[in-house]
């Protein structure tokens, strides 16, 4: 019993493997899918599974995958008893999907971008098709394009956190505003506050591109593991400094970690994970240096010892919390 609903564990992931590809697949199939790969930690490896060996099939020659095509998509024939029904359409069915979206990403001129969300206060864990995961901090938005070239995304707002599946034939590219992340074997975390954008390698390396500059001139360095890079539109060039995996990933324990930052890049972070959204009313706040934790569940605790660290007042009103300058408030 257990070995045949393992097997159409696999065939149902294979189908959803097959509809996150199709050019007209919406929020409404992907959140299908996450639900379906939520209902049990068991459907989720069946879905890395099938990504694992589509990724194998790719580099299979051109007369292999038409052999694959040709033979798996017949019906499964009734004299071939030895192999149980629901395993052989399991095992039909991630070959047939694997080698029809080999043809696909190679022939389509163009892949629609799926776009993954999530609310404040809420951090979302998901795998993308080839089997790469990610973590989704709170109040972030990212889109992401697979094709036979590369494998595409944009970080429009907030933090993510990739451990990537390497695949040299399609590289990884993480574009976020003006900076670019391109995979060399790693997982990485990336924030992106307004322009200001800050990433982090755990492990492997990566390489780090300011897309302002000329390709004949481009800014370009290559980070690994316990590196952090800060790329600031004001400053003259990329900043890189140290940081730990815990540090760097902080924020996927409830805790937001902060070394030598803006005030305004804290609030503006802190933001993502209240709902009562805190205002800074006198500009010259904005620059002031932080260095220290956020715990995400203690936020309020946070803001009332705010006046022990900062020369600021802190205002707490109906919908809101407005930070001034304690100077301008004793006027």
Do not use: C
């Amino acid at each position: 019993m257990a070995s045949k609903q393992q097997d159409q564990t696999m065939q149902v992931a294979a189908e959803w493997w097959t509809k996150l590809r199709e050019p007209n697949a919406d929020d409404d199939v992907v959140e299908q899918w996450l639900a379906w790969t939520a209902e049990d930690e068991r459907h989720l490896q069946a879905f890395e599974q099938v990504s694992a060996l589509a990724e194998q099939l790719g580099s299979l020659d051109q007369v292999s995958r038409h052999w694959l095509v040709r033979h798996f998509a017949k019906p499964v024939r009734p004299q071939r008893r030895w192999l149980p029904l629901a395993a052989a359409a399991s095992i039909a069915a991630v070959m047939l999907s694997a080698a029809l979206y080999i043809g696909w990403t190679q022939h389509a001129p163009k892949v629609a971008a799926q776009v993954y969300q999530s609310g404040i206060a809420q951090n979302r864990n998901f795998s993308l098709p080839d089997g790469t995961k990610v973590a989704l901090g709170a109040d972030s938005t990212l889109s992401v394009k697979y094709d036979s070239q590369e494998r595409a995304i944009d970080v429009r707002s907030g933090e993510a956190y990739f451990e990537v599946v390497h695949d040299s034939r399609r590289p990884f590219v993480v574009t976020i505003g003006n900076v670019t992340v391109r995979d060399i074997g790693t997982a990485f975390d990336v924030r992106r506050t307004g322009e200001r954008v800050m990433v982090a390698v755990t492990q492997g390396r990566v390489a780090i591109a300011d897309r302002r500059s000329s390709a004949n001139s481009r800014n370009t360095l290559e980070a690994t593991a316990g590196q952090r890079v800060s790329y600031d539109p004001d400053a003259s060039g990329m900043a890189v400094d140290s940081v730990t995996p815990a540090q760097a990933t902080a924020w996927r324990s409830n805790r937001l970690e902060f070394i030598d930052e803006p005030l305004s890049v804290v609030i503006a972070n802190l933001n993502r994970y209240t709902g009562t959204p805190v205002h800074v009313a006198d500009a010259n706040l904005n620059g002031m240096i932080y260095t220290g934790t956020v715990h995400t569940d203690a936020i309020d605790s946070w803001l009332d010892a705010l006046p022990e660290v900062f020369p600021l007042q802190v205002n707490k009103q109906p919908g809101r919390v407005v930070l001034s300058d304690a100077k301008h408030a004793a006027r």
